[in-house]
Structure formats: C-alpha cells, structure tokens
C-alpha cells in the first residue's frame, strides 16, 4: 500500500510510518510531497495520507482505526503526542524525543534516510514501553 504525508517529516510524521510498517502494513511505501501539493498526489498515486486533521493526533488516529490495543504501542503514543503537541500532561518523555526529532531534522537527510535512520529510535522506545507495561502488569 501507498501512504502520503508531506515532505521535511519529523515528530508524528516519523511515528506513525514506523506504526504503519511494524503494525499495520509490512510492505508499506511512503511518498513525501510539498503539503500544498498532498490531496491532488494523494488521489494521483492512489495513496492513503497519514498526516490527518482531527481531534487525535495522527499515531492516536491510527492505533484506533487499526484496533491495535497493545499496551505498549499505546504508552509510545503518549510519547509521540507528549513529543508533537502539547498535551495537558505531557508524558515526561516526549520532550527528550522533540530533542531527538529536532536532532535529525538539523542533519539536512532525506525524508526517506530520516525514517530509515530514526526506526531504530522508535524500536528502542518501544521495547522500553513493552519492559514498563510488563513491569506495571500489562502483560
């Protein structure tokens, strides 16, 4: 499957395609566009955007319209949220991951090296949210 976002990614826009890829489509293909240019691309290549508008952030957006309930994912999502937005309380570890996505941004990398260098970061994250979860009983 195609997914679109618009091009220079950071914060959410690294989060959700590293989602995408782990949890909902192995084989996932991300395309970068300018953003005044992402409904027309969108329809053009038949590909599905991931930078949403709504209420939830886009990583919310999509753990609920997957369905996926894994304990871990969702405390990596207040993260990601705490990192993107400013949340009424924040989780303490979303400013260290705004430094982190700041960090490669600054590099000058291509959007595509920005995801593949920064999955690691999220598969870090993710098995220290797994190792809290299990230790607070959610596994």
């Given amino acids: 499957m195609k997914w679109i976002t618009r091009e220079k990614v950071m914060g959410e826009r690294v989060a959700c395609p590293w989602l995408i890829k782990k949890f909902i489509d192995p084989e996932a293909e991300f395309i970068f566009t300018p953003a005044d240019q992402l409904p027309s691309r969108a329809r053009e290549l038949d590909a599905t955007p991931f930078d949403m508008d709504g209420e939830d952030c886009p990583f919310s957006t999509l753990l609920k319209k997957h369905q996926l309930a894994d304990p871990a994912v ?66």
């Fill in 74 to 139: 969702m405390l990596l999502g207040e993260i990601v949220r705490a990192a993107d937005s400013h949340p009424a309380k924040p989780h303490p570890a979303g400013e260290g991951l705004r430094w982190v996505t700041c960090g490669f941004s600054a590099l000058g990398l291509s959007d595509q090296e920005i995801l593949q260098r920064q999955f690691m970061v999220y598969d870090a994250l993710y098995a220290e949210c797994r190792r809290r979860a299990a230790y607070a009983g959610y596994f």
